[in-house]
């Protein structure tokens, strides 16, 4: 019962609330043609009847609405003018009818919430005709009778003589109030499926509920069967009592004529005797006269409670069909939600999967991030040894360029001295080459005897060549950065020769830019950027090492 008074209730609001919004929209007066109002006009008999109290008749037990409703004239003057008016109505014949046109006229009055207000606070009389845990006996029927007042900004007009009351099913439409999740978002969506679910919940209710009164109804139908042919049975057996009465009757009547005709003619016997047998004759005449009357009371009985049996029975049958009815309409709206069960469910499988493959990826994503976070620490501890490489190599480019400044300076100047000596020097070979060749072709026979001077000439000047190497040397390897004596490769004095291989050169000759050496392809196929260039110059092997050792201590 408390299920069913929350599932009324919630129906109730979702009943009231689409009418409203579905009311305003429209912007009209109402009609008892508009869906949204038919169903809360069927919501509302629903929760009227839950909990009813039966009342025992001579067709059986009849749960009806109208006996609570005719009390709110009681409680309440004005709604004296609304019953007068049902009753007045013609075409109403059942009670359903009337507290269905009832519910219109209060409606129409805006008066509808009041009403049911002062019903629902008169619970000692509503005890009368209902349960105590029904709804309107609960804490819900004071809440839908709250709900109500929204109802006092619609406009309704209802034609209630032509309209057809009694025999109107009252099944509740889900479909009007079933939504598609995929508008909903966050709690909206949540609160739609809860409202579905405790849909689903009360259609089931309702269907067994049904389920058990049309077994009520075919066990009613079958006794009615029973007694009606026990009825028949009866009704013959009194009709062949009424025959055999008449013939008595019949009998009676000519034995009573042929005994004042027998009187008349004949001499005239004891007036005692005759008194006696005529006082008889009439009593057992006044019996059967009095038999027959009842005899006939009997049957006129019997043949009326045949027709109301006949009536409850057409009666039923409508029941049972307009039961069968709201059955197949509540499958379908069951089949419905199974349907958009199924859907849900399927939505939520996926989500399910999209919230796993979420996960994963998170997962993944962090054992990146831990990956990069490592990997960044280590280029920070690696950054960190460069920057103390790098400081410590300009403080050793510092010292270096302090203890041998001067000397560079002072060996610059002397390489320029000495370049410009030796440019001298050379201006002078040439004139001296000039001068004797023109001597000799003027007098070759002198030639001899001019030998050794010239070749002392010449040693000196290979002499004078050779100190010039020297300091230009020095000056070179000062100009570059400083390398260890253990990496250089050891200069050969032969420039075709390659210095680390010592093999023959000639053809491929390629100059290491860095120490100024001579190697062959072999020796010499790395490229890397140095401090007097910025594109990649070719180097040697033994210093591509020792370039790369100092590059990976100094990042600059």
Request: proline content about 3%.
């Amino acid at each position: 019962m408390a299920n069913e008074r929350m599932n009324l209730m919630n129906m109730a609001k979702l009943s009231i609330k689409g009418l409203i919004e579905s009311a305003l929209n429209l912007g009209r007066t109402l009609d008892s043609d508009y869906a949204p109002l038919q169903q809360f006009f069927v919501v509302m008999e629903h929760c009227l009847k839950h909990g009813l109290k039966a009342k025992k008749t001579f067709l059986g037990q009849n749960k009806s609405f109208w006996g609570p409703l005719e009390l709110v004239e009681k409680l309440v003057p004005e709604a004296a003018e609304i019953t007068a008016s049902v009753k007045d109505l013609p075409g109403l014949k059942t009670p359903v009818g009337r507290g269905r046109a009832w519910l219109r006229l209060a409606l129409m009055q805006k008066k509808l919430s009041e009403y049911m207000k002062a019903l629902i606070n008169k619970k000692e009389l509503l005890s009368e005709f209902y349960e105590p845990n029904a709804l309107m006996m609960e804490e819900e029927g004071a809440i839908i009778a709250g709900l109500l007042v929204g109802l006092n900004v619609i406009d309704a007009n209802f034609c209630m003589k032509g309209e057809d009351l009694d025999s109107q099913v009252g099944v509740i439409d889900f479909s009007m109030y079933l939504k598609d999740g995929n508008s909903s978002k966050g709690s909206e969506g949540d609160g739609q499926i809860t409202a579905i679910l405790d849909q689903k919940n009360y259609v089931e209710e309702l269907n067994r509920h049904l389920n058990a009164t049309v077994n009520n109804l075919q066990a009613k139908v079958d006794a009615l069967e029973k007694s009606n042919t026990k009825l028949t049975e009866e009704l013959a057996v009194a009709n062949n009592r009424i025959i055999t009465l008449q013939e008595e009757m019949e009998r009676v009547k000519e034995e009573s004529s042929y005994i004042l005709e027998s009187n008349r003619k004949g001499p005239k016997p004891d007036r005692t005797s005759e008194g006696q047998a005529l006082s008889e004759a009439r009593k057992h005449l006044k019996e059967e006269t009095q038999l027959r009357l009842d005899v006939e009371k009997e049957l006129e009985i019997q043949i009326s409670m045949r027709q109301e049996m006949e009536l409850a029975m057409k009666m039923l049958e409508k029941d049972v069909c307009e039961k069968q009815d709201a059955l197949v309409s509540l499958r379908q709206q069951l089949d419905d939600l199974r349907a958009l069960k199924h859907e849900l469910a399927f939505k939520l499988q996926s989500s399910d999967l999209g919230v796993k493959q979420k996960s994963e990826l998170n997962s993944r994503l962090e054992e990146k991030t831990n990956q990069m976070a490592a990997t960044i620490k280590q280029l920070e501890q690696r950054l960190r040894q460069a920057e103390r490489g790098r400081q410590s190599a300009e403080l050793d480019n510092r010292l270096f360029k302090q203890d041998f400044g001067d000397k560079i300076n002072s060996l610059q100047l002397e390489v320029e001295e000495l370049t410009r000596q030796r440019n001298q020097l050379e201006l002078e070979l040439k004139q001296e080459r000039e001068r004797r060749l023109q001597n000799h072709r003027s007098s070759p026979g002198k030639g001899s005897q001019k030998q050794e001077p010239k070749m002392d000439g010449k040693h000196k000047i290979q002499e004078e060549n050779g100190k010039l190497k020297k300091p230009l040397e020095e000056s070179h390897r000062l100009q570059s950065h400083p390398v260890d004596e253990q990496d250089q490769p050891l200069l050969s004095e032969k420039p075709q020769m390659c210095q680390l291989c010592q093999e023959d050169c000639s053809l491929t000759k390629n100059v290491c830019e860095n120490c100024r050496g001579t190697f062959c392809n072999a020796c010499s196929t790395n490229e890397l950027p140095l401090p007097s260039s910025i594109k990649p110059e070719r180097v040697c092997n033994p210093c591509h090492t020792h370039l790369m050792k100092q590059y990976s201590t100094s990042p600059s």
